[in-house]
């Protein structure tokens, strides 16, 4: 089943009472506001299904700006069980107006906390925020589930690829990344920058040769290549988003610059590397061109930004 919205003031949080009449969700506005309209309309379409006696799990997502339009591939199939299991695939999304963090709930974590969640940054860095349940701002019920079945996905390409509509221009951009510089950083100024995130010891456990990583795509491509590249460039997007312990949102560097109080942004590629070099799951997002996925929270990512930065 194929579903495509248009609806983008209801969806990206500008018009929460229209998406409260048109989809049965209240949206709201965040960095992850593209993002969340996929989510609202999945999030629909799943409990349409569930209370007809189906099962509805995305398949495939995609947005596009010029519209902007939500489209979502569906497999719908007989409900085989209780709902329950699918029914915790659903929740909500939280941004915190204050500090900027974001966090996810599913339904049965919201109800248990009476809907006054306080924001993520109480537990993680209490220190610095004092953020409070007011300054939080809650999207739901959405689909927090993954939003690409990477299988799909990859016979999805892989037809691409047999029909022709696919062009193999890996290898051209392969020397292309080979050949650009990589910043130096030495393994004192990794400490003194996120020291206070991480113990000395983790750091030089994870630290590699005193360069600052530039993130490994797969096919070593970079986003503007992949831009280029059109239907190559995106299903190896799409792959790179289905990876396991992502968060159901994104982070975007503008937003990252403006709550670190930067000044400027980072080079979304080696602020991805150097994150993964952590131990981070990262992974870049079809959604925005300055869009990044990372379990990290805010905090960790700002810090890692300043020393690429050396704020």
Same mark, same amino acid.
């Given at each position: 089943?194929?579903?495509?919205?248009?609806?983008?003031?209801?969806? /990206?949080?500008?018009?929460?009472?229209?998406?409260?009449?048109?989809?049965?969700? =209240?949206? /709201?506005?965040?960095?992850? /506001?593209?993002?969340? %309209?996929l989510r609202a309309l999945a999030g629909a379409a799943v409990l349409a299904g569930a209370g007809r006696g189906l099962e509805v799990r995305p398949l495939f997502s995609l947005f596009s700006h010029h519209g902007p339009v939500y489209r979502l591939m569906l497999r719908v199939t007989r409900l085989k069980g209780p709902r329950d299991p699918l029914m915790d695939k659903l929740g909500f999304l939280g941004y915190c107006r204050k500090c900027g963090e974001q966090t996810h709930l599913t339904w049965k974590q919201y109800r248990n906390r009476g809907g006054e969640a306080s924001c993520a940054c109480t537990i993680l860095y209490k220190k610095t925020y004092k953020c409070n349940p007011g300054e939080m701002s809650w999207a739901g019920p959405l689909w927090l589930g993954p939003l690409h079945d990477r299988a799909t996905v990859e016979e999805m390409e892989q037809l691409a690829r047999e029909l022709g509509w696919i062009e193999d221009v890996e290898e051209?951009?392969?020397?292309?990344? /080979?050949?650009?510089?990589?910043?130096?950083?030495?393994?004192?100024e990794k400490i003194k920058a996120i020291g206070e995130l991480y113990s000395t010891e983790d750091i030089m456990k994870s630290a590699k040769t005193g360069s600052i990583a530039t993130y490994k795509r797969e096919g070593g491509m970079s986003a503007r290549w992949r831009q280029k590249m059109g239907l190559a460039g995106m299903m190896k997007l799409l792959l790179e988003e289905s990876a396991e %312990?992502?968060?159901?949102?994104?982070?975007?560097?503008?937003?990252?610059?403006?709550? %670190?109080?930067?000044?400027?942004?980072?080079?979304? =590629?080696?602020? =991805?590397?150097?994150?993964?070099?952590?131990?981070?799951?990262?992974?870049?997002?079809?959604?925005?061109?300055?869009?990044?996925?990372?379990?990290?929270?805010?905090?960790?990512?700002?810090?890692?930004?300043?020393?690429?930065?050396d704020v």
């Amino acid at each position: 089943l194929y579903v495509t919205s248009t609806d983008g003031l209801a969806l /990206s949080g500008r018009r929460p009472q229209d998406a409260l009449a048109n989809y049965g969700v =209240m949206t /709201s506005c965040s960095p992850s /506001s593209n993002e969340q %309209g996929l989510r609202a309309l999945a999030g629909a379409a799943v409990l349409a299904g569930a209370g007809r006696g189906l099962e509805v799990r995305p398949l495939f997502s995609l947005f596009s700006h010029h519209g902007p339009v939500y489209r979502l591939m569906l497999r719908v199939t007989r409900l085989k069980g209780p709902r329950d299991p699918l029914m915790d695939k659903l929740g909500f999304l939280g941004y915190c107006r204050k500090c900027g963090e974001q966090t996810h709930l599913t339904w049965k974590q919201y109800r248990n906390r009476g809907g006054e969640a306080s924001c993520a940054c109480t537990i993680l860095y209490k220190k610095t925020y004092k953020c409070n349940p007011g300054e939080m701002s809650w999207a739901g019920p959405l689909w927090l589930g993954p939003l690409h079945d990477r299988a799909t996905v990859e016979e999805m390409e892989q037809l691409a690829r047999e029909l022709g509509w696919i062009e193999d221009v890996e290898e051209e951009e392969k020397e292309k990344e /080979s050949s650009q510089k990589i910043p130096q950083l030495d393994e004192d100024e990794k400490i003194k920058a996120i020291g206070e995130l991480y113990s000395t010891e983790d750091i030089m456990k994870s630290a590699k040769t005193g360069s600052i990583a530039t993130y490994k795509r797969e096919g070593g491509m970079s986003a503007r290549w992949r831009q280029k590249m059109g239907l190559a460039g995106m299903m190896k997007l799409l792959l790179e988003e289905s990876a396991e %312990g992502l968060p159901p949102y994104f982070y975007n560097l503008d937003e990252v610059a403006r709550v %670190g109080r930067l000044g400027t942004t980072p080079t979304l =590629m080696h602020l =991805m590397g150097l994150l993964e070099e952590q131990g981070f799951v990262v992974a870049p997002s079809h959604l925005e061109a300055k869009g990044f996925r990372t379990n990290a929270n805010l905090q960790n990512i700002i810090a890692i930004a300043k020393l690429l930065l050396d704020v």
